[in-house]
């Protein structure tokens, strides 16, 4: 799976940029990972797909890029960016437990 090895590449990479506040750069790796994916037929794996806004390809980084809050049993994600709001139900615990003890 050299590909999907590629694409998680890109997208930390991406991560490590934004958090340096290379926004614009961050962006361009988010975009070729995704390009790379399509032309590969290779899909990102979920845990690095939630990584990034899909309106804006920006990664999305707590406190930095990204808002999250939790209403009642929802983490709502908010991207600073551009305003791109998604909503996801906390109910199933092993799939979300991750989201809950980075949220405070
Ligand atoms: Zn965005």
Redesign the pocket.
């Known amino acids: 799976m050299k590909a999907k090895r590629r694409i998680i590449e890109l997208i930390e990479m991406a991560e490590e940029l934004a958090r340096q506040g290379e926004i614009e750069l961050a962006r361009k790796y988010v975009k070729y990972a995704i390009v790379y994916s399509r032309k590969t037929k290779t899909k990102i794996p979920l845990e690095f797909k939630r990584k990034f ?6 990664p ?1 980084i707590p406190g930095l ?1 990204e808002r999250r809050r939790i209403k009642s049993k929802i983490l709502v994600r908010t ?6 709001v998604r909503r996801y139900p906390l109910r199933n615990k092993g799939v979300n437990k991750d989201y809950k003890s980075e949220t405070r």
């Not at 806004?53 to 920006?58: D, F, G, I």
């Not at 991207?79 to 791109?84: F, P, T």
Request: charged residues 15%; aromatic residues 14%; proline residues 0%.
């Open positions: 806004c899909r309106k804006c390809y920006v999305l890029t991207c600073l960016i551009c305003g791109w």
